[in-house]
């Protein structure tokens, strides 16, 4: 199975990578065949900038631009949607943001004839948030921040596309400011990313 972890942030050698790195170790340590793809979006340059392009692509009218549609099509060679993110004025990088507003469109996440119900199209695709916070547990706890997350994320755009969210984590420092234990962390959701689909193939 086949995993494409999605991240946001401009220097490869920050912590963000490092966990995207460990959860791809633990994809490929987690079976035979199981691989992992990773899209650096600051790296291969994507435009998060929302155009009249994509307007007349949400209303319709016209086919994919280009750069959405090779987006659209590794997400569709995959069995499991990962996104690598830090947080950002309490949500994700302005990046990974217009990434999902341009590739998550009208007529391929979603249905929408502006007429009737919209249709989720996105069930077929598990969902993982690996967010990563500088603030310690109780600020986020205190102001709510990470519920308020999930609600804009979690539910606001996956659960809109009918995209189950499997993984929604918040890795943060620990009381002394180590960071290195939430590798660990990372390593193991990514072992289990495919675990219950594959005890579901065995039965």
């Keep these: 199975m086949h995993a494409l972890i ?34 650096d979006l600051a790296a291969e340059g994507f435009d998060p900038r929302y155009t009249e ?3 007349a692509y949400y209303l319709k ?10 987006e659209q099509a590794r997400i569709d060679r995959a069995d499991a949607l990962v996104l690598v993110y830090p947080v950002y004025w309490w949500s994700m990088p302005g990046l990974m943001k217009g990434w999902i507003d341009r590739v998550f469109a009208n007529g391929w996440a979603y249905d929408d004839d502006f007429k009737t119900r919209v249709v989720k199209k996105l069930q077929r695709l598990p969902i993982h948030l690996v967010a990563i916070g500088g603030a ?16 804009q994320i979690d ?26 234990p939430n ?21």
């Design 61 to 70: 009218q016209t086919q994919p631009p280009t750069d959405v549609a090779a």
């Design 6 to 39: 999605v991240v946001s942030h401009p220097d490869r050698e920050s912590f963000t990578h490092s966990v995207a790195a460990h959860l791809g170790e633990g994809v490929v340590l987690s079976g035979p065949g199981n691989s992992f793809e990773i899209a």
């Design 155 to 180: 539910h606001g755009i996956f659960d809109y596309c009918g995209a189950p969210v499997v993984t929604s984590e918040l890795l943060l420092p620990s009381e002394t400011g180590d960071m290195s």
């Design 53 to 55: 392009a994509d307007i």
């Design 136 to 151: 310690d547990l109780r600020t986020y706890a205190r102001h709510g921040y990470f519920g308020a997350m999930r609600t």
């Design 183 to 203: 590798l660990d962390t990372a390593r193991t959701i990514g072992s289990n990313l495919f675990r219950a689909s594959q005890r579901d193939q065995a039965a």
